[in-house]
């Protein structure tokens, strides 16, 4: 027979801040998300309950009741990652885990809890682990999966035991909601006076289904065990990583750079066999006298290239100070992503986005990638608004640029420059810029632009002009009409 084991975790974005120290958990504190349209409280601490906050109350009929409540928005990404670390660590139990998004686990322990002393035994030794790590959690073991996630959430108990062949003995106290039903169903339920599942296995399933539908008989059929419902597992997100321990500490360069060979050729290869690359890479040095030293670095794009980790590692490992030695290291590659295989000889396109990353990937983990920035094309007909400056890190596929409508100068100034007019026209016949002094030889124009009917804060009506000068130079000249001082501007340069 099946035994399945339900693991719910009802304060994990609250036992998230809990682990990283977070001394507001100690006060009334609450966890806050943003539901139809408004922030609500999801997870309190005990502070918070005793002063009378509960779970769905808005967060200002909470500043109400407690006006020195302390709040953090929920985090999903954050608690999507503690909950699968969770998943892996939950492989110390079972082989057969999967996961019940977002705050719980299922897993077939069938075969299993002898090794742990019995069911009993093996969830009480899970129930205290959580607890070492600082997280909530209630139990239930059952036949079947409904059933235990039921048993986990609505008994008594944090810890419930239903013995094989008496789902629905455990199951029969138990209220509506332990099904699983839609809220609709569950109302409609009650307004009949059913209340627990006891009641509703009283009642023939025919009648069950011909009143309120086959959702509802289906789901009871389910956690009694008379319909199929198996735990489907999925493996966890492999992890690429190696480590090393040394007898002896070594601190010399040359040998530094031994260990980080071995390491990455051991990671490396394990990418280029799943056919993935990771953009970072992290490399832990643990030092006899100075404890672990973190060193890190990126890639423009995701690679699995052995030298091309060794070569970015250089930099860090001569910034590294190891006055006793290290004897510890391990090394992960992270933000792992598929690699596309091309041919080189065949696709010069390609191999040049490939040598544009090479020397993101460079300049980014010498000088920061913050600091490394290229240009992304806007729509916009304004000149200023046609482009904007983004992190050449998070730009993921290749920017493509399209033909400009109309012509723009190659340099365009970021405050356009005043010029000093020395022959009146428009544009100016003769004009003085940067100690120089030129003449319009052509000039077309104007080309008046505005700012978008929903943008308030472009600035006035503009005037540009493509002007030729005599002295061979090619500027984008621009004015402001009907302004009480009329002056002209250098905006640009063409080639």
């Given at each position: ?192 006076g059913l209340k627990t599942i006891g009641q509703l296995m009283e009642i023939k399933s025919a009648e069950l289904a011909r009143r309120f539908g086959l959702a509802l008989t289906q789901a009871l059929s389910a956690a ?6 198996p735990v489907s597992p999925k493996a966890a997100d492999p992890i690429y990583a190696a480590r090393m321990t040394l007898p002896d500490p070594i601190g010399l360069k040359g040998d530094l750079l031994g260990v980080l ?9 394990r990418l280029a066999k799943d056919v993935k690359g990771a953009r970072r890479y992290y490399l832990t040095v643990r030092c006899v006298d100075t404890g672990d030293h973190l060193l890190h670095i990126g890639f423009a ?195």
């Open positions: 027979m099946r035994r399945v084991l339900s693991i719910w975790l009802p304060q994990l974005p609250l036992d998230l801040r809990i682990r990283k120290g977070d001394l507001r958990v100690s006060a009334p504190f609450a966890i806050i998300s943003e539901i139809n349209n408004a922030w609500r409280l999801t997870h309190l601490s005990d502070a918070a309950e005793s002063v009378g906050l509960s779970s769905g109350l808005s967060l200002p009929d909470a500043r109400a009741i407690c006006p020195d409540l302390l709040t953090h928005p929920s985090n999903q990404a954050r608690e999507a990652a503690l909950l699968r670390a969770l998943w892996r660590w939950a492989d110390s139990l079972s082989p057969w885990i999967a996961l019940d998004a977002p705050d719980g686990l299922f897993l077939d322990i069938t075969g299993c809890a002898h090794l742990f002393g019995g069911e009993a035994n093996m969830a009480a030794y899970a129930h205290e682990r959580l607890s070492d790590m600082q997280i909530t959690s209630r139990l239930g073991i059952a036949d079947t999966k409904g059933a235990a996630w039921a048993l986990a959430r609505f008994s008594s108990n944090e810890v419930k035991v239903a013995l094989p062949g008496q789902t629905s003995e455990a199951l029969s106290a138990l209220p509506l909601e332990a099904l699983r039903l839609p809220q609709k169903l569950s109302s409609d339920l009650r307004r009949t009694l065990g008379h319909e199929p419902d060979e071995q390491l990455t050729a051991s990671v490396c290869r794009r995701p690679t699995h290239e052995h030298r091309a980790v060794m070569q970015q590692f250089t930099k860090p490992l001569d910034e590294l100070k190891i006055e006793f030695g290290a004897d510890w290291f391990r090394l992960e590659a992270a933000h792992i992503e598929p690699i596309q295989p091309f041919q080189i000889s065949l696709d010069q396109h390609k191999q040049a986005e490939v040598d544009t990353s090479k020397i993101i990937s460079t300049l980014g983990n010498r000088l920061g990638f913050d600091r490394v920035r290229q240009f992304m094309p806007m729509q916009s007909h304004l000149p200023e608004r046609e482009f904007v400056y983004v992190e050449a890190m998070d730009q993921r596929e290749p920017v493509s640029w399209t033909a400009a409508p109309r012509k723009r100068p190659i340099r365009l100034f970021k405050r356009p420059e005043r010029l000093v007019t020395l022959e009146a026209g428009r544009p100016p016949k003769r004009f003085q810029w940067r100690r120089g002094v030129y003449s319009t030889h052509v000039a077309k124009g104007p080309e008046r632009l505005t700012a978008e009917w929903w943008q308030t804060d472009m600035g006035a009506v503009r005037d540009y002009w493509h002007v030729q000068t005599t002295e061979g130079l090619r500027l984008w000249l621009m004015t402001y009409p009907g302004s009480k001082e009329p002056g002209w501007y250098i905006a640009g340069k063409f080639s």
